[in-house]
């Protein structure tokens, strides 16, 4: 049983531009948490999603972040015109229901030039 | 609103011995779940123990166990005969079980552990 999957797992890009995540979960899991680590802290809580529907997102900034997960596909974390301090790990987390386990894939290291 | 607290910024220890990491937390529910994750230098986050607060045994896996003092409002991870694989950053979290809470994990800030030869 393969475990969550993100990619890319390095991501560069120049401030202004568009960075897009994407994170599989698990086999047979729903639910998918997207959680921000910058430099040298803990994770913090930004966004938790079932298939096609967005049930919390009181931890995403209000511009410029948005997120997804589809009938079909992975979930997508979506940053528009990027700034050097969304430099960070993005970690996507599944679990099969509430309640549960939540299981960590291996991140997204975005870096703004 | 839930915080957590491990305030031991960092910790070694030698190979073989033991070792343990505090964390406390603070919230006004009765039901929840504690974990102890692990994130090494690769920065993989990976699950080292979960404690479901109803119950009154430490939860243990291996050589790793808690001491879950629920009215203390206290959970620190023991980290038994070190090994070079343990060296990493550990963080603790606090899941609600509320339903409005949909069970995101509250992180403390880490404890990075370093074993010596």
């Known amino acids: 049983n393969a475990g969550v999957m993100q990619n890319p797992r390095h991501l560069v890009r120049r401030r202004g531009q568009e960075a897009r995540l994407r994170c599989s979960p698990m086999k047979g899991h729903s639910h998918v948490y997207w959680y921000r680590q910058l430099p040298e802290e803990g994770l913090k809580f930004m966004v938790y999603l079932q298939k096609e529907n967005i049930i919390d997102e009181s931890g995403m900034p209000k511009e410029r972040f948005s997120a997804e997960f589809p009938k079909e596909g992975p979930s997508i974390l979506r940053i528009q015109q990027v700034v050097r301090g969304d430099s960070a790990a993005y970690f996507c987390?599944?679990?099969?229901?509430?309640?549960?386990?939540?299981?960590f894939g291996p991140g997204t290291r975005l870096l703004v030039l | 609103a839930q915080t957590v607290t491990q305030s031991q910024p960092e910790m070694s220890v030698q190979e073989a011995e033991t070792v343990t990491l505090s964390c406390t937390y603070d919230t006004s529910e009765s039901n929840y779940y504690l974990f102890w994750y692990k994130q090494p230098p690769s920065r993989q986050m990976i699950l080292v123990i979960r404690q479901e607060a109803y119950k009154q045994q430490n939860a243990t896996e291996n050589r790793f166990s808690v001491n879950f003092q629920k009215a203390a409002k206290s959970f620190s991870l023991k980290i038994s005969d070190s090994q070079l694989g343990d060296t990493a950053m550990y963080f603790c979290a606090f899941m609600s079980l509320l339903s409005g809470g949909y069970n995101k994990l509250i992180f403390g800030a880490g404890t990075r552990l370093a074993v010596h030869p």
């Open positions: 987390a599944s679990s099969p229901e509430l309640g549960e386990t939540q299981y």
